[in-house]
C-alpha cells in the first residue's frame, strides 16, 4: 500500500525537524530548553518553510539519482 501524500508531508517535515536538530545545538533560557527546529519555526516560520521546501527538493533529487 502506497502512502499519503499527508504521510509523505510529514516524514519529510520530521526528516527536516531531525537534521536541524543533529546539526545545531539547543539552546538552554532559564530553565527551559529548545531544540534548533522549534526555535526556528515559531521565531521566523518563513526561514522553516523555505528550508523545509529546499529539504524536500534535495530528497527528491536523491531519490530520482537512484
Keep these: 500500500m502506497s502512502k499519503s501524500q499527508l504521510e509523505k ?3 519529510i517535515k520530521e526528516s527536516f ?7 545545531y545545538p539547543s539552546v538552554k533560557i532559564g530553565y527551559s530548553t ?3 527546529a522549534e ?11 523555505i528550508g523545509l521546501i529546499e529539504n524536500e527538493d ?4 536523491l531519490e530520482d539519482e537512484t
Aim: net charge negative; with cysteine; glycine share 0%.
Design 17 to 23: 525537524i531531525d537534521l536541524l536538530n543533529d546539526v
Design 34 to 36: 529548545f531544540t534548533p
Design 58 to 61: 534535495y530528497l527528491a533529487e
Design 39 to 49: 526555535i526556528l519555526e515559531c521565531c521566523d516560520p518563513v526561514a522553516f518553510s
Design 9 to 11: 508531508d510529514l516524514e
